[in-house]
């Protein structure tokens, strides 16, 4: 995906200088109207301060980017002089400054589809997204920034001093961006107010499947094209005490279709307050093998960056949801494979096979590994935990012959097929290159499920399973998994879903995740509700 150019710097000039003192001589006007008077009265003057400083906000970012906003900006109507103060440093998870921002957007009172929810708390301040955009530096800065930026759930808040009358004394204007995630309420001047949030806004343009939607096609046919951007991103401020859901999509998909959980999530006060959102992105044109070390490279990355002690409580409870190919990327972090998966696609020991050592290194990190330590719950949705026999099905090889391998799956795929036949699974041998594409992965006849269903896997997993027409539930399908392959013995879980396989979007696959994460938290000890 293309890096974002950061907008130039550039100075106010008088005239929009003038034109934004006008608004802030309506935010004034608010502002000193909701100090007294009558309730009604009070509530008018509210409205009639936030509408004004939503102007302000977008008239301001319009003409320059908020990271050359600053403190001590003057103002000056023909009523009053007006001298704006700044936040310059984050304050912990509450308050970020506008001088890290490269948007300042209007929290859309819209949703991208009119049939979901738009999670919002009424309040004082305007809503607004914070966007960063991903540029160079950012990204090495902010290395799990995602793809296309950072974009912030904040709320303005401009608190003004008292109007001393005095021309020749500029009126102060402290302007303030709350993370509404962690704050709940701020002091104003008489009393403490609950703090204006609109949940929904910064997630429809983080999951927006016109940013997003093009990773789908390239990720399966032209995987090279898009291993740069295959990585674990989170979507807020990484937060020590919250738990990482894991978000992991499936074949020929990308993030945005978690935008209705991730919503049902920020929309839910306890749910809001002890999770945050990660996805992981990557190419499915590739076996399932190479891109679950990819995952497991990305979260040992994010640990470490993040957790170096290992000791941040919500760190040691991640959850992962993987939807269908992802399901099985999911369970290749909890499990401890030893030499099962190895030994049921190979006949010889890594060190006995001709390749280069770069490929042996590689063959083992994907096959031989340990389990993710912090990973303490998984929920799979549509998951093919014993693939698909449409996997194998002539229309879907010849899909598979338009998919490019990228150069290194190439020459390790050459290498094993050209001087280790004696070495391979009789499978492996027959298909050659197929062996290695995620849709050949996919196939209830690859060898992979025989060692990986002979793994047990350790910690609490759900089935969130699709069913439909009306066979009887044993012999039906989602319409690409059938539910002899989804179902898991050992699940804590089972829920079938009158849907078919792209499913995670439906309520009813929304609300397991939801139920599902609630018994986590009660079962972590995180809450007794």
Same mark, same amino acid.
């Given at each position: ?82 001298? !704006?103060?700044? =936040?310059?440093? @984050? %304050? ?5 400054? +506008?001088?890290?921002?490269?948007? #300042?957007? /209007? ?24 966007? !960063?955009?991903? =540029?160079?530096? @950012? %990204? ?5 920034? +995602?793809?296309?930026?950072?974009? #912030?759930? /904040? ?375």
């Amino acid at each position: 995906m293309r890096v974002q150019m950061p907008r130039a710097e550039t100075e106010l000039s008088s005239r929009e200088k003038r034109h934004m003192a006008g608004l802030l001589d309506e935010v004034a006007a608010g502002w000193d109207g909701m100090q007294q008077g009558k309730s009604s009265a009070r509530r008018a003057a509210e409205n009639r301060y936030e509408n004004a400083l939503a102007k302000f906000l977008r008239t301001w970012d319009s003409h320059q980017c908020p990271r050359y906003w600053r403190s001590g900006t003057e103002f000056a109507s023909r009523r009053d002089t007006f001298q !704006i103060e700044l =936040t310059n440093v @984050a %304050r912990s998870q509450t308050e970020m400054p +506008p001088t890290q921002m490269d948007q #300042l957007l /209007l929290a859309s009172r819209k949703r991208s589809r009119g049939e979901d929810t738009l999670s919002e708390r009424p309040g004082i301040g305007v809503p607004v997204v914070g966007h !960063i955009y991903r =540029t160079d530096t @950012a %990204r090495k800065e902010q290395p799990f920034l +995602p793809p296309n930026g950072g974009n #912030l759930t /904040l709320t303005a808040v401009m608190e003004m001093e008292d109007d001393d009358a005095d021309p020749a004394t500029p009126r102060r204007c402290r302007l303030q961006l709350h993370n509404a995630l962690n704050v709940q309420t701020v002091k104003m001047k008489r009393d403490e107010r609950l703090l204006a949030a609109n949940f929904t806004a910064a997630k429809d343009r983080a999951l927006s499947k016109k940013s997003l939607g093009l990773f789908s096609w390239l990720g399966l046919f032209y995987p090279e094209r898009t291993l740069g951007d295959s990585h674990l991103y989170c979507m807020d401020s990484y937060d020590p005490q919250r738990i990482p859901v894991v978000f992991v999509h499936g074949l020929m998909s990308d993030p945005h279709i978690w935008l209705n959980a991730v919503n049902a999530i920020t929309s839910d006060p306890e749910l809001r307050a002890k999770y945050q959102p990660w996805y992981f992105l990557y190419p499915t044109g590739l076996g399932v093998p190479q891109t679950s070390a990819r995952l497991r490279n990305s979260l040992q990355q994010a640990r470490d960056y993040f957790d170096p002690d290992h000791n941040d409580p919500g760190m040691k409870r991640m959850v992962i949801v993987g939807h269908s190919m992802g399901g099985l990327l999911s369970r290749m972090q909890a499990i401890d494979p030893r030499d099962k998966l190895w030994n049921a696609m190979f006949r010889k020991p890594p060190e006995q096979l001709n390749v280069s050592e770069p490929v042996r290194e590689r063959l083992v990190s994907a096959l031989k590994f340990k389990p993710q330590p912090e990973v303490k719950r998984l929920v799979f949705i549509t998951t093919p935990q014993r693939g698909s026999d449409l996997a194998g099905t002539n229309i879907v090889r010849r899909l598979a012959s338009l998919i490019r391998l990228p150069v290194d799956t190439l020459l390790m795929s050459k290498q094993l097929l050209t001087g280790n036949t004696d070495a391979l699974s009789p499978q492996i041998r027959d298909w050659g290159f197929f062996a290695f594409l995620s849709i050949g992965t996919l196939s209830n006849k690859h060898p992979f499920y025989q060692g990986l269903n002979d793994v047990p896997i350790p910690v609490p997993y759900h089935s969130i399973i699709g069913q439909i027409g009306h066979k009887p539930l044993q012999d039906s399908s989602d319409g690409a998994v059938p539910y002899w392959s989804a179902h898991l013995e050992g699940a804590k879980s089972e829920k079938i879903v009158p849907c078919w396989h792209g499913c995670v979007e439906r309520p009813e696959v929304v609300q397991e995740v939801v139920r599902v994460l609630r018994e986590h938290l009660r079962e972590s000890g995180r809450t007794a509700r």
